[in-house]
C-alpha cells in the first residue's frame, strides 16, 4: 500500500478532524502517501481530492466538524456510481480507504470493497455510539459533554422559577446520548426508545422522586416513541398545573463544537490503528475499543446494537436511585 484515501461520510461528530489527522501523520510517519477526498463518497465520485501533507492536518485536532466535509451520497448507492469512484481511485493510484463515519457509512464500504476487492478500514464517528464493536465512537463524549453543560443551565433557571423541563437530546433511534446525560445531569427521569416508557411512567417517577426539589428536569431522548418533547410535555403540565413545564430541544449544538480530550485521544489511536492494521493486511473492518484494547470488526458486524435489558437494569435503576 503507497497510498490511502481517507474521507468522512454520513453526519459529522466532534472528533473527526483528530481522526483525519491521525490517519494522515500516521501515513507520513509510516512513509505512505495521503489523499482527502471531499464530501464523503461524493469526493470519490467526482475526482474531488487533495493530497495531505503535514501541514494540512496542522493546528485541527481542536476543532469540531470535519476540513474533509462530509455527505450523504445517493450515487454511491449505485453500481455506476461505485464504478466511477473506483476508476477515479485506480487513476490517482490510491489503493486503500479509510472511512469514518456510520453503520451506512460501513454498509458502503463493505458493498465496494466486496465488489473490487479493495482494501478498507472503518472508522466510527458519529455522536450516537451505537455501534457493536466499540465502547465508545468518536464524538459521543463530546456531545455528551455539550448536552451536560446546556442542561446544568437549564437547571439554574429551572431552580429559580419551580420549573419542569423536558429537554430533548439526539440520539437518533438509540437512548444512549439521552441515557448518559440524564445521570450527568441529575435528571429526574429520562425517557429512551429501549425503555419502552410512558408518559405514565413519567407521572409516576416523578411522584416518586425528591418532592423537596423545586425544579425537575426530564431528559428524552429524540427517538423515543412518546412524541417527543413537547407532546410529553403538555400531558405533564395538565398533571402538574404547579409546575410551569418548559421544553428545550437541543438539536445540532450536540454536533458542533471542541471536541472533549477523551474523543481526540480515542479518534488519534483509532486513526494510526487504521493505518497500521491496512499495512498489516487488515480489510473490510472498523476500528474499535473494546476494554481498552483496539480491536477489528469485519463491517458486517459493526452494525447498530443497543442491549436494551443492560440499558433498563443496569443505568436505568441508577437514575431511579439517585432521583429518589
Ligand atoms: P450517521 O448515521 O452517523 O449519519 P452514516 O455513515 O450511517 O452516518 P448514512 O447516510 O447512513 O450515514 O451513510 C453514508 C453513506 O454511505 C450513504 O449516503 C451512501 O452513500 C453510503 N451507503 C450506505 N448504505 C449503502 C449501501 N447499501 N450501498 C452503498 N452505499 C451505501
Redesign the pocket.
Known amino acids: 500500500i503507497k497510498n490511502i484515501g481517507v474521507l468522512t461520510?454520513?453526519?459529522d461528530s466532534p472528533g473527526m478532524n483528530a481522526a483525519i489527522r491521525a490517519v494522515v501523520r500516521a501515513g507520513i510517519y509510516h512513509e505512505v502517501e495521503v489523499t482527502g477526498f471531499i464530501r464523503?463518497?461524493e469526493g470519490l465520485i467526482n475526482n474531488d481530492f487533495v493530497n495531505m501533507d503535514r501541514k494540512s492536518v496542522a493546528n485541527i485536532i481542536q476543532r469540531g466538524g470535519t476540513i474533509l466535509k462530509t455527505a450523504?451520497?445517493e450515487a454511491?448507492?449505485t453500481v455506476e456510481g461505485r464504478k466511477k469512484a473506483y476508476d477515479n481511485l485506480k487513476a490517482n493510484h490510491v489503493d486503500a480507504l479509510v472511512v469514518i463515519?456510520?453503520?451506512?457509512?460501513f454498509?458502503?464500504a463493505s458493498?465496494f470493497s466486496k465488489e473490487y476487492d479493495f482494501p478498507i478500514i472503518g472508522l466510527p464517528g458519529?455522536i450516537?455510539n451505537d455501534l457493536e464493536g466499540t465502547d465508545f465512537t468518536i464524538g459521543y463524549d463530546s456531545a455528551l459533554n455539550t448536552v451536560v453543560d446546556a442542561v446544568d443551565k437549564i437547571r439554574d433557571t429551572a431552580e429559580s422559577h419551580d420549573r419542569l423541563f423536558v429537554v430533548e437530546v439526539m440520539g437518533r433511534d438509540s437512548g444512549l446520548i439521552a441515557l448518559r446525560s440524564g445521570i450527568g445531569v441529575g435528571a429526574e427521569a429520562i425517557m429512551i426508545p429501549e425503555a419502552n416508557m410512558d408518559v405514565d411512567d413519567i407521572l409516576h417517577k416523578l411522584d416518586h422522586s425528591r418532592q423537596d426539589k423545586s425544579s425537575k428536569i426530564i431528559v428524552i431522548a429524540e427517538g423515543d416513541e412518546a412524541g417527543g418533547a413537547f407532546a410529553v410535555a403538555e400531558v405533564l403540565q395538565k398533571k402538574y398545573p404547579q409546575y410551569d413545564t418548559k421544553v428545550s430541544v437541543l438539536g445540532h449544538i450536540q454536533r458542533g463544537g471542541k471536541p472533549t480530550c477523551m474523543d481526540r485521544v480515542l479518534a488519534s489511536r483509532f486513526g494510526v490503528a487504521a493505518v497500521e492494521g491496512l499495512l498489516n493486511g487488515e480489510r473490510g473492518a472498523m476500528v474499535g475499543q473494546i476494554n481498552r484494547e483496539i480491536v477489528f470488526t469485519p463491517f458486517d458486524h459493526a452494525t447498530k446494537h443497543i442491549d436494551a435489558e443492560k440499558v433498563s437494569s443496569t443505568w436505568l435503576k441508577l437514575i431511579d436511585i439517585l432521583s429518589f
Open positions: 461520510s454520513g453526519g464523503g463518497y450523504r451520497s454511491f448507492n463515519g456510520g453503520d451506512g457509512t454498509r458502503g458493498v458519529t450516537d
